[in-house]
């Protein structure tokens, strides 16, 4: 899901990075327009790859104390978030975006003819065309 997140991303034209698994300090992925994070806007993202869990207030305030000034921040998470996790990305100081699995699914759908190679073969799709009435 990392891979995929970031394949968006760089059809988006950012240049990105995913961290090793293991401990990521709760980066999952860094976007940016050199792809080394010294350009704004750095964009960090954390993912969430867990179908039945939603993701509450807390985890969303971990995550925020990882950015810093001229950050921007994706919380993406398939199992959606609460109502008090959206409250918590909405007074942030820094701005994050949360995105559950039909924002992704959005992302992917618009900017997909811009995927590169590897992004393509994480997700190959193909495009159909519907006759209008």
Not at 2 to 21: D, I, N, Y
Not at 23 to 50: F, M, N, Y
Not at 78 to 98: I, K, M, Q
């Amino acid at each position: 899901m990392e891979e995929l997140l970031a394949a968006v991303l760089r059809a988006m034209g950012f240049r990105t990075r995913v961290s090793a698994k293991g401990p990521d300090r709760g980066i999952d992925v860094l976007a940016s327009p050199d792809g080394l994070g010294l350009q704004e806007p750095r964009i960090k993202c954390e993912v969430k790859h867990r179908k039945n869990t939603v993701i509450g207030a807390p985890e969303v305030r971990s995550f925020l104390g990882a950015l810093r000034a001229g950050d921007r921040g994706i919380y993406l998470s398939t199992g959606g978030f609460t109502r008090e996790a959206r409250y918590e990305s909405d007074r942030a100081n820094v701005p994050v975006s949360l995105m559950d699995l039909d924002d992704l699914a959005r992302l992917i759908e618009t900017h997909y003819e811009s995927f590169d190679t590897e992004g393509r073969g994480l997700l190959p799709l193909t495009k159909v065309y519907w006759p209008v009435d």
